[in-house]
């Protein structure tokens, strides 16, 4: 029961960039502290989370999963990397259900010749949008702008 918890939790967490819904490695996961908890019906991992995917590593000082709401919170200095990808947050919250994730506390949204920093981050896997708010800076090759919003389709990989 614990790995399809672990699991799944991994699957929520990989939304965040995923362009594609197969998984074919074995996922690793380590943390310091992993349990249940019964009165709040959330499964909690603490310290120096760990989860590799495949190609995705993402790692978080803590992370709580409801499996019934399809809900992540993470926290504690969210990282991600998956391919040319590689993002940081100081939290996200992943609505599983809706397919949606927001991050919180200085996102950075890094690719080869784009990096995006921003206050706030949405993320829609329908639509393959980031929206970033709040303090907006985008480096594109050799220019560098500010903006109060930008928004990023990681399909096309296109600002727009």
């Known amino acids: 029961m ?3 918890i672990l699991l799944s939790l991994i699957l929520l967490l990989c939304l965040l960039v995923s362009t ?3 998984f074919a490695a074995k996922p690793i996961i380590n943390a310091d502290n992993t349990y249940y908890d019964v009165n709040t019906g959330l499964y909690m991992l603490q310290g120096n989370v760990y989860i590799e995917v495949a190609n995705r590593i993402i790692t978080a000082g803590q992370a709580k999963v409801s499996l019934s709401s399809l809900e992540v ?3 504690g200095g969210i990282t991600l990397t998956q ?3 590689y993002l940081t947050a100081g939290s996200v919250y992943v609505y599983g259900s809706q397919k949606k994730a927001m991050l919180e506390g200085g996102v950075t949204f890094k690719q080869p010749n784009l990096t ?9 896997w329908r639509t393959k949008l980031g929206i970033f708010n709040g303090h907006v800076q985008i ?3 050799n220019n560098t702008w500010s903006a109060d919003s930008a928004t990023y389709n990681i399909e096309t990989n296109t600002l727009q």
Request: proline share 0%; glycine share 4%.
């Open 20 to 22: 594609t819904t197969a």
């Open 73 to 75: 919170w993470g926290s």
């Open 116 to 124: 995006i920093t921003s206050d706030t981050a949405n993320f829609n």
């Open 2 to 4: 614990n790995h399809k």
């Open 139 to 141: 480096t594109q090759d």
């Open 83 to 85: 391919d040319n990808i």
